[in-house]
């Protein structure tokens, strides 16, 4: 059975919280840029957090105060910690990785060039 790469997502009322986990073991790229980007069905992706390799963590204006992306290289993982969810934050959250630096990574439209997983969907209810 294929172990899900990112997970943690669900359903929550607004003002909620939930804390999105990624297995990063199997990136060939987890040490440099990664990040995570959220995408609705029809909608073009949006890139909502990534951290670079050297620690340096960057926010889309829109989850900026609530939202947290943390790295545990021991661990292999990649965390987002959501907080005061909002119903506009419904969507697919997928985990990514890249060779570039992060700074490229969003002027580029957060084309990641790694993404391995089916992503976890998160459901914000008003």
């Known amino acids: 059975q294929v172990q899900p790469v990112e997970s943690g997502g669900g359903s929550v009322q607004a003002g909620g919280s939930l804390r999105l986990s990624c297995d990063t073991s199997g990136y060939e790229y987890s040490s440099e840029c990664m990040g995570w980007f959220r995408q609705v069905s029809g909608k073009a992706r949006e890139g909502v957090a990534d951290?670079?390799?050297?620690?340096?963590?960057t926010y889309a204006d829109f989850v900026k105060g609530r939202f947290t992306i943390s790295k545990d290289t021991a661990k292999n993982r990649l965390d987002l910690q959501m907080n005061n969810l909002e119903p506009e934050d419904s969507a697919t959250y997928y985990c990514a990785a890249d060779p570039r630096a992060c700074t490229v990574v969003v002027l580029s439209g957060y084309t990641y060039l790694e993404v391995r997983g089916q992503g976890t969907l998160v459901t914000v209810s008003s």
């Open positions: 951290i670079d390799s050297d620690g340096t963590t």
